[in-house]
């Protein structure tokens, strides 16, 4: 029986892992801005490493599973405590909320999970003391244990994806020329810009000057109950006093949100050029999101990120995950439905 259910399921294991890859790299070139790229990515990587672990198996004649727990707790508890440390630090420079306490929360998570995992370890050690053998843990326990873990890794499995597709969303190139630079706005330092929003505006003034073509700004966002002036007044001041000329940039000040953004500028966009193609600039961490929301608004263009700040990045990176997250719950849930039944059949 083993002789030949082993092979087929490394072959099996073998073709599902080029399919996913495949089915990935196709997916990226039909449409670079949707989530399935990083549920594909995910699964992808996930298969990737099952499959390093059973060649070098095969090779050394042995389950190397338990050399590779050791490395990876380790590397858990250092990436836990970095969380932990970038933390208190956001929290100490932008005071205290739930968005700038989530990687504190994350690493909490984390060192929970590890704990929960080390006592299982120990608990099944005691049992081998004791000559019970691993036979002796109840299967309840044993099945309970391993599907709550997969379920733990769950999340973070998919902010990997996220961190990894987002990475390489931004390295894509982008062949075709805009007619306009979309610049989103991000709130105001009385009525000048912050140095997130003023790294928008960089990166889409780069861009321009990168293309050679002149494009449309057209900056966008309203004016909040606190700020004197709109957003998009605020940037279009940036802007003429880096050089560009006032002609050269539309002004939509009525959005109050992302979405907003996008929608009022896609009108103002498509009203002159029903053919336009354009740019939208925004930072780093939430090109990602962006382009995903564009492409569902219908909107022909891609995403730029300009850089933000190191201290900030992670918290931000963790905002939109959980923002992803929300907006394509459903998909999340049928895929971590999809991870605990395989766990649970792996366990039968």
């Not at 597709?165 to 912050?194: E, N």
């Not at 006032?246 to 500028?265: A, G, M």
Request: charged share 15%; aromatic share 10%; net charge neutral.
């Amino acid at each position: 029986m083993d002789l030949f259910f082993y092979p087929i399921a490394r072959i099996i294991l073998y073709l599902v892992t080029i399919g996913t890859i495949i089915a990935f790299l196709l997916s990226v070139h039909h449409e670079r801005r949707r989530m399935l790229n990083c549920v594909l990515l995910v699964s992808a990587l996930t298969l990737l490493w099952e499959c390093v672990i059973v060649i070098a198996g095969y090779v050394y004649a042995q389950d190397i599973t338990g050399h590779v727990v050791i490395p990876l707790i380790i590397l858990a508890l250092l990436f836990a405590t970095g969380m932990v440390i970038n933390g208190l630090v956001v929290i100490k420079k932008e005071g205290f909320s739930i968005a700038h306490s989530l990687s504190l929360f994350l690493g909490g998570i984390i060192v929970l999970c590890i704990a929960a995992y080390m006592g299982f370890l120990f608990y099944a050690l005691h049992l081998l003391e004791h000559n019970h053998g691993v036979d002796g843990i109840p299967r309840i326990v044993e099945m309970i244990f391993y599907t709550g873990m997969a379920l733990a890794a769950y999340l973070p499995m998919m902010m990997i994806g996220f961190l990894l597709y987002a990475m390489l969303y931004q390295k894509l190139p982008i062949k075709r020329k805009p007619d306009y630079i979309v610049i989103l706005g991000c709130g105001l330092a009385d009525d000048q810009v912050t140095p997130l929003l003023a790294s928008r505006l960089d990166r889409g003034m780069a861009f321009d000057q990168q293309t050679g073509q002149q494009s449309i700004f057209l900056v966008s966002g309203g004016k909040g109950a606190d700020e004197p002036i709109s957003e998009a007044q605020a940037m279009a001041n940036y802007l003429m006093e880096k050089g560009i000329p006032q002609e050269r940039i539309w002004k939509e000040d009525q959005s109050t949100t992302t979405k907003e953004n996008l929608i009022f500028s896609k009108k103002m966009m498509e009203k002159q050029n029903p053919n336009y193609f354009c740019v939208i600039a925004t930072n780093n961490f939430h090109v990602l999101r962006a382009a995903i929301f564009a492409k569902a608004l219908g909107i022909n263009g891609e995403v730029i990120g300009g850089k933000t700040a190191s201290y900030y990045h992670p918290v931000a990176v963790l905002r939109e995950h959980a923002a992803l997250i929300w907006a394509y719950k459903k998909l999340f849930m049928i895929y971590g439905i999809a991870v605990l039944i395989v766990n649970i059949l792996l366990m039968l």
